[in-house]
């Protein structure tokens, strides 16, 4: 998505949070205060077509590896699952027990595994790192519910604009005794910017009159599509080349094992052919739950 499209979607998100605003405070004239929130954890990610590619060449490998009596298969590429979630909150409480939020995250999600498979000192390995990362911008409606003089539970929902990135970095090598490897790496990123939905519930224990923790179970459904990038080739001859690349969703036929096998191409044009099948672009779900603490300071009147 060009920068321009993405000013626009930040303004709109601000306008909605400052309309809204408005249309409250119409109705009650009164802000309670102002708050922020920090906090961060760890959650869980759907990763959609990517997991299916790691678990589709795992089964490749192996089915390419029981053809050959003798031969073994090493490793394997785990799916991308758990990581790290940040965030960043700007809350303003009203009255009611309601409150408007504009925030920012971070989630990051990485992998770096290898497979080989080797006979008799013959072997070809593959290794394969991948980050994935998000940067959300949120909208959130909340609603507290008090439960005490210093305790008070929280519901949210809202929109989000996330700003997904991926870097790769691939090396094939084959081995044969007495000879120097043959190789190849394909180093890229690529970026994809998609809308989405997030709401939680969590609890909150005052420390003091303006300092208080948090603990939260959160939420997120994002489907980002349309991955663009660029990706870098070299080998061991020493051929080298740079070209823009999309991402596509690809069922490929292995004429050796004679099975179809789910993948990610990462190409300069859709994939075609008799060996291809239900060839679309791919798509790299950030869903999932994630669980948060952290801490909220209020300026103002609570």
Same mark, same amino acid.
Request: net charge negative; no cysteine.
């Given at each position: ?7 626009? !979607? ?44 790691? +678990?589709?060449?795992? @089964? ?5 590896? =029981?053809? @050959?009596?003798?031969?073994?298969? @090493? =490793? ?6 758990? =990581? ?10 009203? $009255? ?21 498979? #080797?006979?008799? =000192?013959?072997? *070809? #390995? ?8 998000? @940067? $959300? ?8 519910? $008090? ?18 990135? #991926? ?5 094939? *090598? ?66 080298? *080349? #740079? ?8 069922? *490929?036929?292995?004429? +050796? ?21 239900? !060839? ?9 739950? !994630? ?12």
């Amino acid at each position: 998505m060009k920068t321009k499209t993405k000013r626009l !979607v930040l303004f709109g998100l601000v306008f909605l949070f400052a309309l809204g605003l408005t249309s409250i405070g119409h109705a009650d004239s009164a802000i309670k205060g102002f708050t922020l929130k920090l906090g961060g954890g760890a959650g869980s990610w759907n990763g959609s077509d990517i997991n299916n590619f790691f +678990t589709d060449f795992n @089964v490749r490998m192996n089915n390419t590896a =029981g053809l @050959v009596v003798g031969a073994d298969v @090493v =490793g394997g590429i785990n799916q991308l699952n758990f =990581g790290p979630d940040f965030e960043g909150e700007f809350i303003i409480e009203l $009255p009611k027990n309601f409150a408007v939020g504009i925030g920012i995250g971070y989630m990051v999600r990485t992998g770096d595994d290898t497979t080989e498979i #080797s006979l008799y =000192g013959v072997g *070809e #390995s593959i290794g394969i790192e991948t980050r994935f990362t998000a @940067v $959300p911008i949120t909208l959130n409606g909340y609603f507290n519910l $008090p439960l005490g003089a210093k305790t008070k539970a929280y519901v949210k929902a809202g929109v989000g604009y996330y700003i997904g990135k #991926s870097t790769y970095f691939v090396r094939q *090598e084959a081995r044969i005794l007495g000879l120097p490897p043959v190789w190849q790496e394909d180093e890229g990123d690529a970026s994809s910017n998609a809308f989405g939905f997030q709401g939680g519930v969590g609890i909150e224990f005052n420390l003091s009159e303006s300092v208080a923790l948090f603990f939260e179970t959160a939420g997120r459904y994002a489907n980002l599509k349309n991955w663009e990038g660029q990706n870098r080739y070299n080998d061991y001859l020493g051929a080298s *080349e #740079s070209e823009s690349v999309d991402w596509y969703f690809a069922e *490929e036929y292995d004429g +050796t094992t004679r099975h179809w096998y789910r993948t990610v191409q990462i190409v300069d044009e859709e994939p075609s052919g008799d060996y291809y099948r239900n !060839v679309r672009k791919a798509e790299i779900n950030y869903s999932g739950v !994630v669980l948060r603490a952290g801490i909220k300071i209020t300026f103002g009147k609570k």
